[in-house]
């Protein structure tokens, strides 16, 4: 699709600082193609650590609800993206590695907390599941940041976003800049936003120490303020037809049309397929 590689190749100028040696590609890049380069400083790119907040997702929850505070017991806080079941039935949390899985620092059977450990999440009284598996994080060509943690057996969840049920997930080839989107996420609550690119390459990330690169990669503008922030990690991503649309993991406090920051989240559905999940119905 064109226009997708037209956004594949904007991105790849969007630098995440501003020095002067940054400022001089910049502009060689856009005198090479000026029809084709949008060159945008972003700021750092990060997974922030959960911040205090005034929403109600910080809070313990039950039954579980997509949206709230979750962890791994090692972790702050992150969110609950949604309700998923695995090959053989089984009933679990999706959200991101560095949530549920300590940033590839977790082992399989690690208690997960509902809420988060930062919102006086404890064990064992607050655990609600256990980790299951996830997808590895190395320093180049990731794809996704996104864990699957197993519920124990007595959780009860309720499947709705702010009493609306997730439709389906959107294709990956079907993702689109311009395309509206919501989410509910722990520390700022229900927030709309834009894609303003799609297949997004070499989205580097900064985990407090180790940088992770990211291929194919959504980014996300907020319409009114920031889109994102700390502790939203894991959120799903939806559309106005309440269709699945994104996994989100990292975002920058400053850069975007309107100066408040971009948000990235990888695609739902290559989340999904490769931990093997269907959404809960």
């Known amino acids: 699709m064109p226009g997708k590689k037209r956004d594949e190749f904007k991105l790849a100028v969007r630098l995440q600082d501003a020095t002067a ?38 809070r313990t929850v039950r039954p579980l609800e997509p949206g709230f505070s979750v962890g791994h017991f090692r972790v702050t806080a992150g969110t609950i993206g949604g309700f998923v079941v695995d090959a053989r039935g089984r ?10 899985a300590d940033s590839n620092a977790g082992r399989r059977g690690d208690v997960i907390l509902q809420a988060g ?12 599941g256990k980790l299951e598996r996830f997808i590895q994080m190395k320093k180049i060509n990731n794809s996704v940041d996104a864990a699957y943690a197993l519920l124990n057996g007595d959780v ?26 919501w989410k509910v996420g722990r520390t700022t609550g229900y927030t709309q936003g834009t894609i303003t ?24 503008e907020g319409k009114a303020g920031a889109f994102s922030a700390g502790g939203d990690s ?3 991503i939806l559309d106005k037809e309440d269709r699945g649309v994104g996994l989100l993991f990292a975002g920058s406090a400053q850069g975007g049309s309107n100066g408040m920051g971009v948000t990235y989240a990888n695609p739902l559905q ?3 397929e490769l931990l093997g999940l269907e959404l809960h119905e």
């Open 21 to 58: 040696e940054t400022q001089t590609y910049a502009a060689y890049v856009a005198g090479k193609a000026r029809d084709e380069v949008d060159v945008r400083f972003i700021g750092r790119v990060q997974v922030l650590p959960a911040a205090a907040g005034l929403t109600e997702y910080q």
């Open 91 to 100: 009933r679990g949390i999706l959200s991101n590695n560095h949530v549920l």
């Open 117 to 128: 450990p930062f919102d006086r999440g404890r064990n064992p009284e607050d655990v609600v």
């Open 156 to 181: 009860e969840l309720t499947t709705t976003y702010r009493k609306k049920r997730i439709q389906n997930v959107v294709a990956v080839d079907d993702i689109t800049s311009s395309l509206s989107v």
């Open 197 to 220: 690119a799609v297949e997004v390459d070499q989205v580097a990330v900064n985990y407090g120490g180790p940088i992770y690169s990211f291929d194919g990669q959504l980014e996300i």
């Open 234 to 236: 894991g959120s799903f």
């Open 270 to 272: 290559t989340a999904l």
